[in-house]
């Protein structure tokens, strides 16, 4: 026996917490749970692989209707569930589930960077303009979101010696391949250190 609850949904949200090792946080909320009667007395909260099951043990948060399973590494083409228990002071329960989840664990691909016109240049004698290409930035199980292109300089030593401070001169959401030339102000102090970054 359970108590009924309408627009008791499982809301699920994600960051990742540690891009390297492949962690993630899980948000979870079941802000929709109301107990007219008795009133809730706990929450119980777990991640799984099938519904109403458990991979971790269940976490307890007393009458707070939203939780977070913290350092979790999702596998790669596995489906979760995360599941929640909500008891009520009459002692019934009741079994929420949130919608099936996956996760993409893997980064776009690197791709490939041309600074240039037509072949890759570590130096260039403009000060005023520069060229970049790039292509193959994929990804096969989310697909990329976003690209951008941007550059960046730093100021020359009066000996020549060292560079400055740096400082991002632009940056500019692209496709995820293309080419693109950027002008500016001509300034023979400065250095185009870093011609293109793509994120």
Not at 17 to 32: D, F, P, T
Not at 36 to 43: K, V, W
Not at 107 to 116: N, T, Y
Not at 154 to 167: A, L
């Amino acid at each position: 026996m359970k108590f009924f609850e309408e627009s008791a949904a499982v809301g699920v949200t994600h960051r990742v917490v540690e891009q390297e090792n492949k962690l993630i946080a899980l948000i979870a909320s079941w802000n929709g749970v109301r107990d007219s009667e008795s009133g809730i007395r706990n929450s119980e909260y777990c991640i799984g692989t099938v519904q109403q099951s458990c991979l971790n043990t269940l976490i307890s948060v007393g009458d707070v209707t939203s939780g977070t399973i913290h350092s979790f590494q999702p596998m790669l083409d596995v489906n979760y569930y995360v599941n929640i228990l909500v008891h009520n002071r009459a002692g019934l329960t009741t079994t929420l589930t949130s919608r099936k989840l996956s996760f993409d664990i893997t980064p776009p691909s690197p791709g490939e960077v041309i600074d240039g016109y037509s072949k890759d240049i570590d130096y260039t004698n403009s000060t005023n303009s520069i060229a970049v290409q790039w292509s193959a930035f994929e990804d096969s199980e989310s697909e990329v979101k976003k690209c951008q292109w941007s550059v960046t300089q730093k100021t020359v030593s009066h000996n020549g010696t060292y560079f400055g401070n740096e400082t991002e001169l632009f940056q500019q959401n692209v496709q995820n391949s293309g080419q693109a030339t950027r002008t500016g102000k001509n300034d023979s102090r400065v250095y185009p250190k870093k011609i293109a970054n793509l994120f």
